[in-house]
């Protein structure tokens, strides 16, 4: 059993003893702790760079003890709630060139397959994602801590926007973004 696996095992384990004993076969809806959790992202352009992220996101996991890898994981962002490091530019992303808010309030992910990586802790995480209307695939690198009664679950990637027809500014605005999301659920 690869080091993601055993995480994901004593996850799944310490999470059904906190929530309702050893009896129960698969823990559902794992509670989000959204004090210690975020969704951040990072957008170029040639000779720069502007932190965001969105305040507002729920997001649930499930897992089952007998087969860790059939877990899921499903976030729903607020994309009103989206933040930058320069308000007039957080009011442009909200506008119709970027994320559109008003006619798209939400952006949802919702994985499709788990897989284990090479190393202590680590995974990757395959996964629809619809934003603006439309909906692609994602593959992630995930790290996978326990720590008591919590799982933090920790992903860094990057997406092409315009793979969801966020095609402002092009040559102006890099087409990739780097988003890191940090989920921590309490077991």
Request: charged share 20%; hydrophobic share 35%; glycine share 10%.
């Amino acid at each position: 059993m690869r080091s993601f696996v055993k995480s994901l095992a004593v996850f799944a384990v310490a999470g059904l003893s906190a929530v309702a004993g050893n009896s129960v076969a698969k823990a559902d809806g794992l509670q989000l702790d959204s004090a210690n959790s975020k969704i951040e992202f990072v957008g170029t352009k040639p000779g720069g760079s502007h932190d965001g992220g969105f305040k507002d996101f729920t997001a649930s996991a499930t897992i089952d003890p007998a087969n860790p890898l059939s877990g899921t994981l499903s976030i729903e962002i607020d994309s009103t709630s989206l933040w930058s490091d320069h308000p007039k530019l957080t009011n442009h992303l909200k506008n119709p060139d970027f994320f559109d808010v008003r006619k798209f309030p939400k952006i949802s992910f919702k994985s499709t397959e788990m897989m284990p990586g090479e190393s202590a802790g680590a995974g990757m995480v395959k996964g629809e994602m619809t934003m603006l209307g439309k909906t692609n695939e994602v593959e992630f690198p995930v790290t996978c801590a326990v720590d008591g009664t919590t799982c933090t679950l920790t992903g860094e990637f990057k997406i092409d926007r315009t793979k969801w027809g966020m095609n402002y500014g092009q040559g102006k605005v890099d087409n990739d973004v780097s988003i890191k999301a940090t989920l921590a659920f309490k077991m």
